[in-house]
């Protein structure tokens, strides 16, 4: 296979960790080409110079049309605000592309389908940004789940907290505009919904309630401007298969870092997972002596692919940017004809029609089928 040459639109905190990614997925895996940083676009020209030095793309630019329009890019990296996802998404597949771009799909279902429906019909690979799944303890956990450790599922729950907007005083960002979506749901619960579907599959039915702890938040002109979406929800869902669930996200939840706590259930067991601990899970099997059951704790090691191609020895951890270059080898794989594990645009599609159905269920007050 040649080298992959790449495009990266957006150099913010995930533009930066897609450049890493694309840096670092050749000395890391061994098995792929050197990827070629080709063309990078920012909203500003200066702006992209200065990024482009700093991540080693060859080229810059202030447009991003610009990356669609060049005839060496294999791939395009999408990292911007997730309303600009649509436009430059279909754009670039509908270019004869590859795309990488960061979850989620879209703030409209419509736009959502638009997307899975230009990726069928390019041909092209399109691979949303859901590299918490990529985690060796979850593969560990799905792993576990095949092979009935813990007997047959009948109920998980999982909760999804941070405290980047916990502040009440911290100004209004686009996050908070409705134009970037529901708020914690799309922003953020569909990292949880990337779990469950990689574990479980798609739900079924949903109920939802939504909360905004902070009415408004400080502008730049000095008044404050109204907060058009919310930071909280509370979900009750089930899964194919029987399975019941509750999901809670919040992210104004002061103290947490990053977590995500999944518990499943199961007619023989139960398994623990906490990302802010996420190079461990917790296993318990209900066999042997009562009196010395208990659950035990997995540290991920070189036991557990692909923690082995990072480091040799266990308990010394991966971390978000590992994921990130896990994720790219994916990608990379896919590309490739190989059967990867990652979230595709029609995969995504599903989790949208989740979200949205948590939000119509939230607008109606009763139960939602995801359909």
Same mark, same amino acid.
């Given at each position: 296979?040649?080298?992959?040459a ?20 050749h000395p ?7 990827? +070629?940083?080709?063309h990078l676009?920012?909203?500003?020209a ?16 202030g ?9 060496e890019?294999?791939v395009?990296s999408i ?6 996802h649509? &436009? ?5 597949l509908e270019a ?5 771009c ?11 389908e ?6 069928? #019909?390019?041909?092209?690979v ?5 590299n ?7 593969r ?12 047959s599922?009948n109920?998980?729950?999982? &909760?999804?907290?941070e ?14 505009? +409705?134009?970037?979506?529901?708020g ?12 469950? #579907?990689?574990l479980f599959?798609?739900?079924t039915?949903?109920?939802? %309630?939504? %909360? ?6 400080p502008a ?17 869902f ?14 104004t ?6 977590r ?8 023989k067991?139960?398994i623990?997972?906490?990302? &802010?601990?996420m190079?461990?899970m ?9 009196g010395?059951q208990?659950? +035990?704790?997995?540290l991920a090691?070189p ?6 191609r990072f480091?040799?020895a266990?308990?010394h951890?991966?971390g ?10 994916q990608?990379i794989?896919?590309?490739?004809g ?5 979230i ?12 949205h159905a948590?939000a ?5 007050g ?6």
């Open positions: 296979m040649d080298r992959i790449v495009g990266l639109i957006g150099t913010g905190y995930m533009g930066k960790c897609h450049a890493l990614a694309w840096s670092t997925v890391v895996f061994g098995d792929v080409p050197k990827p +070629r940083l080709v676009a920012e909203a500003s200066p702006l992209a110079e200065k990024r482009a030095g700093e991540l080693g793309f060859e080229r810059a630019t447009d991003w049309r610009d990356l669609i329009d060049d005839p890019i294999d395009i990292t911007t605000p997730n309303k600009f649509a &436009e430059m998404a279909i754009a670039a004869g592309k590859h795309v990488w960061e979850k989620p799909m879209a703030p409209g279902f419509a736009e959502a638009a997307m899975a429906n230009a990726a069928r #019909q390019s041909g092209k399109a691979m949303l940004g859901y918490y799944i990529q985690n060796p303890m979850v560990l956990i799905r792993k576990l789940l095949s092979e009935g450790a813990i007997g599922v109920h998980v729950r999982v &909760e999804m907290d405290d980047f907007m916990a502040d009440p005083d911290a100004p209004f960002a686009a996050r908070n505009e +409705r134009a970037n979506g529901y914690a749901l799309d922003d953020f619960a569909v990292h949880p919904l990337s779990i469950l #579907q990689t599959g798609n739900m039915r949903v109920l939802c %309630d939504m %909360d905004k702890p902070y009415a408004d938040r730049g002109d000095g008044s404050r401007r109204a907060v058009e979406n919310h930071d909280m929800a509370s979900v009750l089930h899964l194919h298969g029987g399975i019941s669930g509750v999901l809670m996200v919040n992210r939840a002061w103290g947490r870092k990053g995500i706590a999944l518990q499943i259930f199961g007619s067991g139960s623990l997972y906490d990302q &802010e601990r190079n461990e917790q296993l318990y099997q209900a066999s042997g002596r009562p010395e208990g659950y +035990r704790t997995i090691g036991q557990h692919p692909p923690y082995d480091i040799p266990p308990g951890g991966l978000f940017n590992e994921l990130k270059t896990i994720e790219c080898r990608l794989g896919r590309i490739r190989e059967d990867t594990l990652g595709g645009f029609d995969e995504g599609l599903e989790i949208e029609r989740a979200v948590m119509r269920s939230f607008e109606r009763r139960w939602e089928v995801v359909a």
